[in-house]
DNA sequence: CACCAGGCAAGTA
DNA sequence: TACTTGCATGGT
């Protein structure tokens, strides 16, 4: 990691805090329902993982062994928004399931495990993949590890900060770079999906972009 | 109407 | 190993 390119990652971060201001994703409702809302939201609008979300809590606060009870086809039906719903339901499963086994439900205790453990561990969980994992230690777990996604490759792509075959793992390590605080990568994440949003859909719509000219 | 959203795994050659 | 396809609702 080069002196410069932590100075561009350093720039690109604070132009988009600049523009949007801190996004606070999953503030404060608990590391299962950030879990299970990472799961839900896998190539899917947000706010549709925010119905479903809302339709697992009807009745009681979500909970492992809660949402284990209601079943593959219960939980379906009530994930129905989120879209995938019966792929979804049973990748929610193996997930609770794989914290059933492994860490008694207890989401404390499987926290202080090292982040490592945990990413090679979440990966075996069938519907987890690489960005899933982080997602969850990122926002559910608060380790500090850089959340690559669509957007990403996108955004780092069309300023030529890295190259088309360059590997999730490979961005990663690139664009973790410069400050290594938790709440830095828990909001970059956020800034980089917002301003993708906004000007990183289509070839065009460059104008206005807050990171208009940044290379490296 | 077509297209896509904060992916992933299974199938095919 | 490298590509392609299925999954599915809801908003623009």
């Known amino acids: 990691m080069s002196a410069k390119s932590t100075q561009i990652l350093d720039e690109i971060y604070a132009r988009l ?6 996004q606070r994703w999953w503030p ?13 939201v896998q ?8 119905k479903a979300i809302a339709n697992l809590k ?12 209601l079943g593959p086809s219960e939980l379906a039906e009530r994930i129905r928004p989120a879209g995938y719903f019966n792929r979804k339901a049973e990748r929610l499963l193996s997930l609770l399931r794989f914290l059933m086994e492994k860490y008694q ?10 982040s490592s453990k945990l990413r090679a561990e979440l990966l075996e969980v069938k519907g987890i993949g690489p960005e899933t994992a ?10 500090p590890v850089f959340v690559v996604d669509a957007y990403t490759y996108r955004i780092f792509r069309r300023h030529a900060l890295v190259s088309e075959e360059t590997s999730y793992e490979e ?13 830095r990568y828990q909001e970059f994440h956020a800034l980089l999906v917002r301003v993708g949003q906004d000007y ?8 206005g972009c807050p990171l208009k000219g940044v290379n490296w």
């Open 58 to 69: 009807r009745g009681a606060a979500l909970s492992v062994e809660g949402l284990l009870k």
């Open 200 to 207: 990183c859909k289509t070839r065009e719509e460059c104008e």
């Open 134 to 143: 982080d997602a969850i230690l990122l926002y559910a777990l608060g380790h």
């Open 171 to 183: 961005l990663q390590e690139i664009a973790s770079g410069g400050s290594a605080e938790l709440e």
């Open 17 to 22: 805090l600049e523009r949007y201001g801190p």
């Open 43 to 50: 190539n899917t609008a947000w706010r549709n993982a925010e």
């Open 105 to 114: 439900g207890d989401l404390e205790r499987m926290r202080s495990e090292s």
């Open 28 to 40: 404060g409702d608990g590391p299962l329902e950030v879990m299970v809302g990472a799961i839900l």
